[in-house]
T-cell receptor
Framework: GENVGLHLPTLSVQEGDNSIINCAYS??????FIWYKQESGKGPQFIID?????DKRQGQRVTVLLNKTVKHLSLQIAATQPGDSAVYFC??????????FGTGTRLQVTL | DAGVIQSPRHEVTEMGQEVTLRCKPI?????LFWYRQTMMRGLELLIY????????DSGMPEDRFSAKMPNASFSTLKIQPSEPRDSAVYFC????????????FGEGSRLTVL
């Protein structure tokens, strides 16, 4: 896939550290939010989702936090690994499958 | 499970030529989406189908773009005539139903229009 190269915000973390990727969304009507991961040359891959009636949801090594008051979403990755290096997109939707994607954040994991 | 299959993976063509991109969704998935990804605009939804019927084509840029889904296992996105600004990676994705955002994406078709 064509990740938005030089213009993407980049987060560099050391292997083993925790990563926090942030996303601001704009549509107050959105009540469903998703995080996707895109590795170079591949399509986006679903990571985790959250509905607006929740403020936190946990998966395997990942946690999504939602603050609807300030329209902010974050993805926390615990014990970041080299395989986590990718571009991460948040997406929002007023109804489940019609998603609007953010511009993405590149995560670089250093050894 | 073979996943969503797209072809061609890469296409280089000259301005004015017709381009056809193809997608085979995951068997049993009844919704299909076409997205375009560029450096300037990120990931944009072009059109989506539910049970082979186009539901929302508001993202299709202009009349040069058309999409069809003749059956549950095949969809095409056609650009005629192509222009350099159409250069992008085009993704197809599929899901079961519409009450989820867990789209399964193909690996994309990278289009370059010279």
């Amino acid at each position: 896939g064509e990740n938005v190269g030089l213009h993407l915000p980049t987060l560099s973390v050391q292997e083993g550290d925790n990563s926090i990727i942030n996303c601001a969304y704009s549509n107050s009507a959105s009540d469903y939010f998703i995080w996707y991961k895109q590795e170079s040359g591949k399509g986006p891959q679903f990571i985790i989702d959250i509905r607006s009636n929740m403020d936190k949801r946990q998966g395997q090594r990942v946690t999504v936090l939602l603050n609807k008051t300030v329209k902010h979403l974050s993805l926390q990755i615990a014990a970041t690994q080299p395989g986590d290096s990718a571009v991460y997109f948040c997406a929002e939707s007023p109804r489940y499958s019609k998603l609007t994607f953010g511009t993405g954040t590149r995560l670089q994991v250093t050894l | 499970d073979a996943g969503v299959i797209q072809s061609p993976r890469h296409e280089v063509t000259e301005m004015g030529q017709e381009v056809t991109l193809r997608c085979k969704p995951i068997s049993g998935h009844n919704s299909l989406f076409w997205y375009r990804q560029t450096m300037m605009r990120g990931l944009e939804l072009l059109i989506y189908f539910n049970n082979n019927v186009p539901i929302d084509d508001s993202g299709m840029p202009e009349d040069r773009f058309s999409a069809k889904m003749p059956n549950a296992s095949f969809s095409t996105l056609k650009i005629q005539p192509s222009e350099p600004r159409d250069s992008a990676v085009y993704f197809c994705a599929s899901i079961v139903g519409t009450n989820t955002g867990e789209l399964f994406f193909g690996e994309g078709s990278r289009l370059t229009v010279l």
